[in-house]
């Protein structure tokens, strides 16, 4: 779960952590009314990606008519494919310098890795790859967490060794959200250092490993409203389905990670593309098979469903039963092709044959049958047709 930066701040601020004042502000009247209270503000929008600066997604105001134009321009605007929903009206700070400060996962290390930078308030991708030098790294000890003498190491690495002492007690607040809150990134770029000599968070990333979030409800309840994005993502997150969107027109669902990549790259390699990445996952029922095939038929753009179940733990007769409700109930006129194989496979084909599905013989062959019922021309089979699969209702439309 990747919170907002309004969201992170009241996290950090609970750790103990300084922020700004701030108002959220959801209309361009909220924006004007937080400005004339709290003074010259940052207009922010409020998205879950980086790079809100660079497309226009933040602006100074000084006063409360400036904060309403800013409101009007950032509400509503599509960042990295986030409409905008409201802006974090912040107020202004007197900057003397900036600093990077995050941890976050090193899957190479296969652990936390803590990073500190005197470059901060720029991305720290590019200041990686241009200077690596200029980042500090530790990996602290994930059991006891990092100790003072390495913390104050450290800090002297980035260069930042006069403000060992309050960056020190900085670092290990932020610490706490990782066995505290289950974080995998807890990041504040710009770490501020004020011309008054306070240390306050300039803004600030937070993201909860989704593995564990029924272990924070309290966060899930306060903070676990989707934003609008892509609107079959968010539909496919409120059924519980593991789902991406791609750019093709081909759906894909199959069960387990490794399985729907291989779809994909054998629907590729047959000539077609995908429009989604769905995996129902190990013993799925047939509630959750109808919903994936839901949630694939809502975008105007599929012409037509491949799945690609292989039945382990997921019972063949279970993934038949969803398909046969989904078409009912959906009212399908899309070509589908189905390759099942594995547990109770044949009772899943005979349930599939009888309601007018023709399993597929083998993965590739469904590949290349459904690039063929969805490509330019050409026309979905009747029942029976051609070995491996049918459209069902055939010949209402493609």
Request: overall charge negative.
């Amino acid at each position: 779960m990747k919170l907002l930066e309004y969201q992170a701040k009241e996290v950090l601020a609970s750790l103990g952590i300084s922020i700004p004042p701030g108002r959220v502000a959801r209309t361009p009247d909220e924006a004007a009314q937080a400005c004339a209270d709290l003074g010259p503000v940052a207009v922010k929008a409020q998205v879950p990606v980086g790079g809100r600066g660079k497309a226009g997604g933040i602006k100074l105001a000084r006063n409360a008519d400036e904060a309403r134009r800013a409101a009007e321009q950032i509400i509503g605007m599509d960042i990295k494919g986030f409409k905008v929903p409201l802006v974090y009206c912040e107020g202004a700070l007197d900057i003397d310098r900036e600093i990077y400060l995050g941890f976050t996962v090193d899957r190479d290390a296969r652990a936390n890795i803590l990073m500190l930078s005197a470059r901060g308030g720029m991305d720290i991708e590019q200041v990686a790859e241009e200077e690596p030098e200029a980042i500090a790294r530790l990996y602290p000890n994930p059991w006891r967490g990092p100790l003072d003498f390495e913390l104050n190491a450290l800090v002297y690495q980035a260069g930042l060794g006069e403000l060992a002492r309050p960056l020190t007690a900085v670092v290990k607040k932020l610490h706490r959200a990782i066995p505290e809150l289950d974080a995998v990134t807890a990041e504040i770029n710009p770490l501020v250092l004020t011309k008054s000599g306070e240390i306050v968070a300039g803004d600030a990333k937070l993201e909860i490993d989704d593995n564990a979030i029924w272990r924070h409800k309290d966060l899930e309840e306060r903070y676990g409203s989707v934003l609008e994005g892509d609107p079959y993502e968010v539909e496919a997150k409120k059924r519980g389905l593991t789902y991406v969107s791609l750019d093709g027109d081909i759906g894909i669902i199959g069960n387990g990670a490794g399985l729907c990549m291989s779809t994909l790259d054998l629907v590729q390699r047959a000539g077609g593309s995908a429009a989604n990445f769905c995996d129902i996952g190990g013993g799925a029922k047939a509630e959750v098979v109808e919903n994936a095939l839901a949630v694939i038929l809502m975008n105007p753009k599929v012409k037509g469903v491949l799945m690609n179940v292989f039945g382990g733990i997921t019972r063949g007769d279970e993934v038949a039963r969803g398909l046969v409700t989904a078409k009912n109930n959906l009212g399908m006129k899309l070509p589908l092709v189905v390759r099942m194989s594995g547990t109770r496979e044949e009772e899943g084909r005979t349930i599939l044959k009888e309601n007018g599905i023709e399993p597929g013989a083998n993965a590739w062959e469904a590949a290349q049958k459904i690039v063929e019922l969805t490509s330019e021309g050409g026309a979905p089979l009747r029942r029976g047709a051609s070995r491996g699969a049918t459209s069902p209702d055939a010949g209402e439309g493609a």
